[in-house]
């Protein structure tokens, strides 16, 4: 196990290029179930969560070629619908391949991903939405088995716009005579990503990034080339950085108004952002003021992924400020972390008020979770002295060598053993 050390105090300064995104990554993997063909996909990240999924394809059958940062995925080989508890445990989005097992074999049985450290996260509106499509579902001993044999088009109205479970419907609904329409579905850029990719493969998908998404089924999909859309939530991370450091720092490769929500926030901040092509330049100079008013919640609003990072950056801003955390329960345990580090935060249920403070001090301190743990070490960028950042392992699963990538922007930060 291995843990970041951090010296606080310096401030960024460079370029970054942003890495592919988890998240379009996933269901994208997950979607190569689908295709008997051999499928090429760029800029491959190499992140903990994409080698799970990775992993989770192989035990299904598929021959996986990795040529630096391209991989390619033969799905011909694909020969089982089955995924075990264990690897089903290793990443909770095992849970998107359930879609795309039904598309491909009209059945499957997967092991329930479970709970995990930032909530129950139930997927009980996969299942509904499954269900009401004529799937046959049968929930027991930890495993979900599913019938798909009769599945038939039709309308299924969200009761949430789950980011998953409208991934998970657009795959199984791909081979399904007929038009399927997913009402209420949720609008993130991932979903458009996931719809480009089906339908480069010769899926007909349309109006994802709206709440109303079509499935025209086809009978067949054939290999393709694609480049995944690179991550929002890490260049959000390294733009929440500078202001908390001060700097100038320009993130590339990302679309500024996938950020949107973040911009109109940093923007009560003081600090200068300016937008050119696909670069977002940061430059803070001053202590920053407090943002005010914080709530997450669904695309196109502030993102339940930046929620721990913003809040670390109102620990040390001018003023109070109100977080609420709207989409998951329990997403708050970085808080009693930042604590320790002198940060002024008291919580209600699933809000937090912060006072901001002039200093945070190092500490040695634990991340429970990826978005946790990255807060923490913003924390220790800007505190007093030396930090130790437990809980590199969720780092991984999402971030691209953290330490070199801050470290290359003038941090003083390095993983050493624990
Ligand atoms: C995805 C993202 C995750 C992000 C989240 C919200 C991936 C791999 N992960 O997760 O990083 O934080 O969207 O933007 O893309 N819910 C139910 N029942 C369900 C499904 C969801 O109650 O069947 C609840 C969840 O517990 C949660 C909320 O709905 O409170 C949002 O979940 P969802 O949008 O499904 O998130 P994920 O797809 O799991």
Known sequence: MSKFLIRGGRKLFGEISISAAKNSYLPILAACVLCDDKIVLHN?????????????????????VYLDDTIIIDGASINSSNIESELASQVRSSIFTLGALLGRFKKARVAYPGGCEIGARPIDIHIESFRKLGVK????????????????????????????????????SVFVKGQTKILNAAKEPEIVDLQKFLNSMGAKISGAGTGEILINGVSKLKGCSFVPINDRIVAGTYMIATVMCGGDVTIKGVKANHLASLLDKLDKTACSITVKNDK????????????????????????????????????????????????????FKHIPELVKMGADVHIKDRVAFVRGVEKLYGASVTGMELRGTASL??????????????????????????EDELASLGADIKRVQD
């Not at 070490?377 to 953290?402: C, N, P």
Request: aromatic fraction near 8%.
């Open 44 to 64: 491959y990240p190499y992140y903990t969560d994409t080698e799970s999924m990775c992993k989770i394809l192989a035990s299904l059958g598929a021959r996986i």
């Open 137 to 172: 579902i049968i929930e027991k001993h930890g495993y979900i088995y599913c019938d798909a044999s009769q599945m038939h088009s039709g309308s299924v109205v969200l009761e949430f716009p789950s980011v998953g479970a409208t991934e998970s419907l657009m795959m199984a």
């Open 280 to 331: 977002i330049r940061v430059q803070a100079t001053n202590r920053p003021m407090a943002i005010g008013k914080i709530e997450t919640s669904v695309y196109p609003g502030l993102p339940t992924d930046l929620q721990a990072q913003i809040l670390a950056l109102q620990t040390i801003s001018q003023g109070s400020s109100i977080v609420c955390e709207n989409v998951f329960e329990s997403r």
């Open 377 to 402: 070490i913003l924390a220790g960028l800007v505190a007093e002295g030396y930090t130790t950042v437990s809980g590199s392992k969720h780092i991984d699963r999402g971030y691209r060598k953290i």
